[in-house]
Nanobody, 123 residues
């Protein structure tokens, strides 16, 4: 019933920018934290960014801080991940997930996941 669909991925060159979208359906997300995670080939899934339900708090992994920006539009049930100065190490499948509460910092605190969108950065 509840679905999460990511889009906006693609092939870019190092230094380029890209914006990912996470469109949800089936319920309101106004009370839920939303997170972005990524998984590179042969690697474990890792945390990228999260935004609180109110939109007034956001956290990023250190390697993307200053380059990535997460935002949300609760009315549109959509969350965005703006990425700039992309680097080859950013290459991964990016996943969007809905948290169990308004604040979520662990992967186990997210219970609805999308299928992911591929981001490939060439050098």
């Amino acid at each position: 019933q509840v679905q999460v669909v990511e889009s906006g991925g693609g092939l870019v060159q190092a230094g380029d920018s890209l914006t990912l979208s996470c469109v949800t359906s089936g319920r309101t997300i106004s009370q839920s934290a939303i997170g972005w995670f990524r998984q590179g080939s042969g690697k474990e899934r890792e945390f990228v960014a999260t935004i609180a339900s109110s939109g007034n708090m956001a956290k990023y992994r250190s390697s993307v801080e200053g380059r990535f920006r997460i935002s949300r539009d609760n009315a549109k049930k959509t969350v965005y991940l703006q990425m700039s100065n992309l680097q080859p190490e950013d290459t991964a499948v990016y996943y969007c997930a809905i948290g169990r509460s308004g604040l979520a910092f662990r992967q186990v605190d997210y219970n609805v996941w999308g299928q992911g969108t591929q981001v490939t950065v060439s050098s």
